[in-house]
């Protein structure tokens, strides 16, 4: 079980294509504090690459993360 399933869960009941969710909405989500590299781009790349339970909670659910820089937000978007 990964940290960010709560994450995924609630993608996964999301009816719409494209959502934005800032830090601390992730957070209550998750019922814990993203870590500090979450402030970079590349914590929240969509590329495969070993140790990103991140990615594969939002990628499980079916959508693409996307950092919206120096606002704290996220997009999240359907893959096609």
Not at 6 to 26: A, C, G, H, Q, T
Not at 60 to 69: H, P, T, V
Request: proline share 6%; no cysteine; aromatic share 14%.
């Amino acid at each position: 079980m990964s940290v960010y399933d709560p994450l995924r869960d609630y993608l996964m009941n999301v009816r719409f294509r494209e959502l934005e969710l800032s830090f601390s909405e992730i957070e209550k989500i998750l019922a814990r504090p993203l870590p500090e590299s979450s402030e970079r781009p590349q914590w929240w790349a969509n590329v495969e690459a070993p140790g990103r339970s991140q990615r594969e909670a939002w990628r499980a659910a079916g959508f693409d993360a996307f950092l919206i820089f120096g606002s704290r937000r996220v997009k999240f978007a359907r893959k096609r």
